[in-house]
């Protein structure tokens, strides 16, 4: 197995990043290899990446299902079970379906979108990663492996792209 | 699509008020109080509003001086068929009683939101402000098939139900059925015009039903169309004033 | 990027001011190292004044709150000014009047957001955070309420060997349903935009800080999947959790409008309430953001005049729209209804409780449209503070009037009493002491600026030539 090491780029522009993924695309480092870790969010089409599928509005969906059938299940099951009258009202109400499934039911949507995020995103995790404290400062870091022999190459590319820094990293506790 | 139906709802326990009969002289209000366990509150409390008076007189002045006459209007729980006070509930203390076709209060459930008293249009309802001491020997005269209300629990009348039971399982037990004027609550007991009448509304040869048919009876605050079981009879005969 | 090229003015233009741009935060960008030093710095740097301040609280929310409603619960309802016929008083006036303050949270983080107002940039998480605050007090105030608080679980529909569940043909649960959901999607949606600057923080902490914001963050990096993660969720939730916001306040109102009560019977009192919230809400965002900006470091580069007249904008549209609501409730029963709500407007407007009638009116309408219309006067934080705090008082009488002096009046005359509240006050003072602690204590352990969000929005703000002038535009990068 070559010896390989994680190369990291920082950049303080959008621009020169983009250019510099062009370079690595050039010298051999495909997409799915490089990682793009940024302080605020960049969409794909101004970085030139795929775009990332994410499976959160399915999630979500199947989410607002549960919440609509717990309020079935509240509204309708209940009175079933435990019947009682109140009010001159039918046992079974429709009207207070419509609120208690409404709520229930974006709750649900919206319970099971954040539970998404945090499956999607595979938070929360401790372990150590690739990372430096600069991207919380606004730095583009371009994150990618490389053959020990081709380390100087690829410094000297990043930085003639306007790279600040090149450094090789190892993943630690954030 | 056709209008909405008003929902005539089931009969059966009920009320009559003659009010050409009650003078006011407030014996139900005494009875209840000592049959149903309510609490004796203190002037000053009385004074904010808080009277536990499950069944209240109200008296109304007619006329003009010289000739000026009352007109007394005993207030309960009007037994709604329509409650406004049950639907609102959100732990089901206040329900309809299919049995009885009454308004149930069950006060252990109850946790004090309040809302079926606000929702009441005849504010009958009671609330248990406090824990009302009940120095000795005032705990002697508790009955024991009445539950005794502590802190934060509302309460209303119940058409005596435990005295209803009572003669139902006496009945039961004789192998009978119920007579016409068997069970009294203790307001019927007690009044001594016998202006309260009490009985069975589905049973067309009942007292209560008789008077109920009379061109005089009317129900409190007919417009809500909350179906009530206590009718009244208009008491406006002028008490035998001449001219 | 450029940003720095200098406004022409027009051939013709009067020799005056060319308008600089760099007043407005999205045109004044700083390097982001510098935005997240200035963030972290207000949320360390404390003052013997402020610890002053903390203590003062903690000891009126002990003593205001905790231990009178100790002596509540042990002695009972009877402590209150409450009885009949007025069996909700000032409780619900603040449950109602908290959840109002909690919707501007979500207004300015969700519906701005949705419609792509950048000015709502800075602000949004201390909106939100007023949010999470002001429902916990709703909360604290159900509770309060409550006549055997401590069977209050009853409420929650949950199996068990009664054989009983709720009672959901009660308003109260559907209450109960909409606040739960309320709640937790606020509190998840104030959690989401917070992550990258509970990362930020993480990376430039130490010692026990470090430590928490180590976990709080999740062990959030930046990467693109985080990225698209996080944006799809939050786009979820911002499109989700408006109409959530409008059924919630909805529902409350309903609480009233169910009722067979003269002058609660409305068909008008959702969308009221609703406005009502929103009216509440935008005056407290204002008052909270001329606290921010007024009392913690650095916070003046971030919170600018632009917002308090942005703010002032939109409070004088919804101060109208209160109108014609208030309006339309007042006219329908003064014009042909019933005996008793005629009897009601007449009780309100020249009764015991007259004098707070007008308060609100004043407050709520003649206040701001003699203020809010002046660019000059809404650009000035300190008479915003006035106009937001007016506003506040004026939106607490509303639901005073509308709660207990509304029920002073019933079918039955006999019933008829005037509300005295009496331990109500003093509870109200510590849920205002606990919101404010909770805000205070909050200021200091998270970031109160989203600053990823003001650098991405810095990032999209350019300055455009189109023919002789310079036009400011807003790039779509979503």
Redesign the interface.
């Known amino acids: 197995m070559a010896d390989t090491l994680t190369l990291l780029a920082l950049f303080a522009e959008i621009d020169p990043s983009v250019s510099a993924i062009d370079k690595l695309h050039e010298m051999g480092i495909t997409d799915e290899k490089l990682n793009v870790i940024s302080g605020i969010p960049l969409n794909h089409d101004v970085l030139g990446r795929p775009n990332l599928r994410t499976f959160i509005p399915r999630l979500a969906m199947g989410g607002a299902m549960i919440g609509l059938v717990a309020a079935l299940f509240l509204i309708f099951g209940i009175p079933g079970l435990y019947p009682l009258t109140v009010g001159g009202q039918p046992v079974f109400p429709f009207p207070p379906f419509l609120i208690v499934g409404f709520e229930l039911t974006m709750l649900g949507l919206m319970g099971m979108a954040f539970l998404g995020l945090l499956l999607a995103g595979r938070l929360p995790s401790y372990e150590p990663k690739v990372y430096v404290p600069e991207i919380s400062d606004g730095m583009i870091a371009l994150v990618f492996s490389c053959p020990v022999e081709q380390q100087a190459q690829f410094e000297d590319a990043l930085l003639s792209m306007g790279a600040e820094q090149v450094q090789p990293v190892e993943a630690s506790t954030l | 699509m056709s209008g909405a139906k008003s929902r005539n709802t089931p009969s059966k326990w009920g009320m009559v008020i003659n009010q050409d009969l009650c003078m006011g002289c407030q014996a139900c209000v005494a009875a209840c109080a000592m049959e149903n366990n309510i609490s004796f509150i203190g002037e000053q409390d009385v004074n904010t509003g808080r009277s536990m008076q499950w069944i209240h007189t109200e008296r109304f002045w007619n006329g003009q001086y010289p000739n000026v006459y009352t007109n007394f209007q005993p207030i309960l729980c009007q037994q709604c068929g329509n409650a406004p006070c049950e639907s609102t509930c959100p732990v089901y203390a206040s329900v309809h009683s299919d049995s009885e076709q009454i308004n149930a209060q069950i006060y252990n459930r109850c946790v004090g939101t309040r809302y079926c008293a606000n929702n009441c249009p005849y504010q009958v309802r009671v609330f248990n402000w406090r824990d009302y001491s009940r120095p000795v020997p005032l705990n002697n005269q508790l009955n024991p098939d009445v539950t005794v209300r502590r802190r934060g629990i509302m309460e209303k009348c119940t058409f005596c139900i435990q005295r209803i039971h009572r003669a139902e399982l006496t009945a039961q037990t004789e192998g009978r059925q119920l007579q016409d004027g068997e069970v009294e609550p203790a307001c019927v007991q007690a009044c001594p015009a016998y202006a309260i009448v009490f009985g069975r509304l589905d049973d067309p040869n009942s007292q209560v039903s008789q008077l109920a048919k009379q061109g005089r009876a009317f129900r409190l605050l007919e417009e809500l169309d909350t179906q009530p079981k206590v009718i009244y009879l208009t008491g406006d005969s002028n008490h035998g004033h001449n001219g | ?1 450029d940003t720095t090229a200098e406004p022409i003015a027009l051939p013709g233009a009067s020799a005056r001011e060319p308008h600089d741009q760099r007043e407005h935060l999205m045109f004044d960008p700083r ?3 510098e935005m ?1 030093a200035m963030v972290m710095e207000s949320m360390h740097k404390t003052s013997k004044k402020f610890w002053g301040v903390v203590i003062f609280l903690v000891l009126t929310v002990l003593f205001a709150l905790l231990g009178a409603w100790a002596y509540m619960i042990a ?5 209150t ?5 007025e ?2 008083g000032i409780f619900i006036v603040d449950m109602v009047f908290w959840i109002g303050i909690s919707h501007a949270g979500t207004f300015i983080s969700a519906l701005l957001r949705v419609m792509k107002y950048e000015i709502r940039r800075p602000f949004t998480r201390a909106a939100e955070l007023m949010t999470t605050f002001g429902l916990i007090q709703a909360a604290i105030c159900i509770f309060l ?5 401590w ?2 679980y ?2 929650v ?1 949950y199996p068990n060997g009664r ?12 209450d ?3 606040i ?2 309320y709640v ?2 606020s509190t ?2 104030l959690f ?1 935009p917070l992550i ?1 600057d509970l ?2 923080a ?3 902490s130490t010692g026990w800080r470090k430590s928490l914001y ?2 709080l ?17 939050m786009n ?2 911002a499109f ?2 408006i ?2 916001m409008f ?1 919630v306040h909805t ?1 409350v109102s309903w ?1 009233f409008a ?4 003269p002058g609660w019977n409305s068909t008008i009192f959702g969308p009221y309430f609703v406005i009502g919230a929103l009216h509440s809400g935008i005056a407290a965002v204002m008052i909270v953001i001329f606290m921010i900006r007024s009392t913690m470091k650095n916070m003046k580069y971030f919170i600018r005049p632009e917002h308090f007249e942005f703010l002032g904008k939109l409070s004088l549209i919804v101060s109208m729209t209160w109108a014609y609501f208030f309006f339309n409730d007042y006219l329908v029963p003064w014009y042909g209804g019933n005996k008793f709500e005629k009897l009601l407007l007449d009780f309100h407007s020249n009764g015991p409780f007259a004098y707070v009638w007008v308060t609100m009116l004043i407050c709520n309408i003649v206040i701001p449209w003699l203020i809010l219309w002046n660019k000059k006067w809404r650009s000035t934080p300190w008479v915003m503070l006035l106009v937001g705090i007016v506003i506040n008082v004026g939106m607490w009488i509303e639901r005073f009037i509308i709660i207990p002096v509304s ?1 002073n009046i ?3 005359p ?2 008829w ?1 005037v509300y ?1 509240p009496s331990i109500e006050i003093p509870l109200t003072i510590g849920t205002f002491a606990l919101f404010m602690l909770l805000y205070m204590l909050a200021s200091r352990l998270i970031p109160l600026v989203p600053v ?1 969000e003001v ?2 929005g810095q ?1 999209a703000h350019i300055l455009r030539k189109v023919g002789k002038a310079v036009i400011p535009t807003v790039s779509n ?2």
């Open positions: 990027m390097p982001r190292g997240n002695e009972g309802m009877g402590v000014g409450l009885t009949r016929p069996y909700w309420h409550l006549g055997r608080v069977l209050g009853w409420l529909p054989a009983i569940w709720p009672n959901f043909h009660s308003p109260l649960m559907w109960f349903m909409a739960t959901t937790i999607a998840m949606y989401m990258p990362a930020m993480r990376d430039r180590r976990y963050s999740l062990g959030f990096r930046g990467t693109e999947p985080e990225w698209k993660h996080l944006k799809t969720a979820i939730f989700a959790i109409p959530v059924s529902v609480d169910m009722s067979t009560r029920l019933t079918r039955m006999f019933t009493r005295k990823w650098q991405e990032s990068v979503d």
